[in-house]
Structures are given as C-alpha cells and as structure tokens.
C-alpha cells in the first residue's frame, strides 16, 4: 500500500512552499495529486521523485516553458524518450557552456585577488592573512 504525504510534509522535506506546489500543479507542472475524502492533497513518493527533478533542473537554470515541455512529453509515456533525451541533451549543452564561463570568471577573479593581495596586506580574519609574506630581499 503506497504511503501519502501532505502538501506541508512535502514542503517540509523539498524545500518548496506549499504555494509552489499548487502552482506547479496548476500549470501542468506536476500531475494532478491525488486527494483525500476532504480535498486534501496526497502526494505519493513518485511526486517526491518527479518534483527532485524538477528541482534540478530548476537549478540548472531551465526555464519553465521546456520544463512544462519536459513533462507534457514525460506524460506521454515511452514513446517520446528519444524527444526527452535530446530536450536534456540541449539543455545540458547549455549548462556546460555556463560552466565554462563561470570558471573563466572564477579565474579571472583569482587573478585580480592575487593581483591585490601583491598591493596591501590581508585583513584580519581572511584566509590568506595567517599565511606569511615574503621577505624582500635587499
């Protein structure tokens, strides 16, 4: 027998607010929940697995409208693997080319710390401040 969750537990254990998850439901997002006698949702672990999808792709920066695509093709079933996989294929594409730029900014942050840390001393508690300069040689 599945075990059912209440909009509040599910909220507790993703992190999402219960607003949210009525919205995802609204828009298609999610699946309609099951409900009990009195109306209240009841989410099952296959929601808890499909919103920790969603999460992460929210995470990756995947917008709305290829979610909803996403999961209008999900609903599908099987047939439509082959149009999933290349939907995430696209996507992570884009997440790798975001990546690159974000560690080419991380470098060139790097670059310009050190270019200061050659300029003034550290202040007290950053990390490097416990490490001891060089001694200019005369």
Known sequence: MDSFL????????????????????RIGLLAPVARAAGGQRRYRAADLDWLAFVQRLRATGMPIRDMLHFAALRSQGDATAAARRELLRAHLTGVQAHIRDLQQAARALQTKIAHYDTLCPPLEGEPHAERERPRRVR
């Open 6 to 25: 209440t909009i509040a537990q599910v909220a507790a254990r993703t992190g999402l607010s219960a607003d949210t998850l009525r919205y995802y439901e």
